[in-house]
């Protein structure tokens, strides 16, 4: 299989499948592996790493060969010693030179080497910080699943009313031809089943909408034409946990925090390399050299050179980097206790969400079977003459704005959910 064959297989595996219904897990799936936000962030990891090992190379043998194969023009005439003139001449005559050189840094306190600690503790910050952006990308796919589960629910909420208010319709129509119920009955059933129907085409739009994020969220280009499976955000076991325990949790597996502490040691190895610039810096090199215009004639050179050097004053430069870098600390770790403070807040909010929403959804079940039973007590008042018109279609609004509002308690409490898994630094920490 070819390079281009292998990418389309892989494209099409990481796609929602149509008539196949896709699980919470296979978007998840489908997101780590096509979301360009994670590929950024890798890609941003990778290029950290390339810069410690960059700054590591000043530690390691310096080697460089140089060679050259220049023509002279050369010139030859004159006046012989018999006194006769002869005519000048013009040519080129071949020099041959090589070298090569090998240095090695031996000391310089520190600096190079903080410098290259500090360039690692950078990287792993960012691999930390791409972590992050995992665990986000993930929450950003359960929201998005969820919303459109909503949406799904509400879309089929809105058939039943429909289908409900076309029955009322022509149970009113059968009233008012035999002359028991008044034609303003018929009126309000037909505007209720038009209202209905608005609803219907309203809920099938937000649920095509909520596809298009729920792709967005996935990174994927390609069709709505696919169903969602039943899937629900399973109860976290610390969901009841206290907030000081949640948060013993969050600060040793949030990857914001191992980001920000490793940003903190690199600007520390960073201050303390920058003290190092105020000494000496001790290195040795060697060479070889092969000079020469004939072959007879090369001569082969070697020296070794041990080097001191020592920028005793530099305007104040070293001095005003360290002012900098003790102010860029201090900016970090004041980073580290908001970013302390942040994750309490996340946690409460996520955990009151994750109470709130179990209540208020075992309130919504409550409410759904109480104007269920109210809506059809209101058809057989009507059947049988006792009730009106408008008693019966504010039966059917409670109902449908009580389903409605089930649907929603659903989608809180999976999001909060998610929320707090995040919130605790993922299902995987």
Known sequence: MN??????????SAAPQA???LTLDDAVRIALERQPTLVQAHATTQAAQ???????ASLLPQVSLNAGYPFLLASSGGRSASGTQTPASFGFSPNFAANLQ???????????????????STAEAQQAQEHATRLQTILNVQTAYFLARAQNELVGVARDTLQNQLRHQQQVESFVQVGTRAPIDLAQARTDT???????????????????????????????DYTLADTNFPALAQENAPVE??????????PEFVAIERQVRAQELSLTALGGDYFPRLSVSTAFTNVGLQDAQFTWNWNAQLSLSWQIFQGGLTTA????????LLSLQAQRDALRQQVRLEVEQARVGVEGANAALQASEEALVNARERLRLAEGRYEAGAGNIIELGDAQVAATSAAAQLAQARFNLASARARLSEALGGPTS
């Open 245 to 254: 325990k949640l948060m013993e949790q969050a600060l040793a597996a949030r």
């Open 194 to 224: 038009a209202n209905a129907k608005v609803q219907l085409i309203n809920s099938e739009n937000n649920f095509r909408i909520s596809l298009a994020q729920l792709n967005h969220a996935m990174g994927f280009e390609g069709s709505l």
């Open 3 to 12: 390079a281009s064959a292998l990418v389309f297989a892989l494209a099409v």
């Open 50 to 56: 390339a810069r410690a090992d960059e700054t590591r």
């Open 102 to 120: 090998a240095s090695q840094l031996l000391w310089d306190f520190g600096g190079t080497f903080n410098r290259w600690q500090a360039s690692l």
């Open 19 to 21: 008539g196949q219904p």
């Open 321 to 328: 980097q360290q002012r900098e870098a003790r102010a860029n």
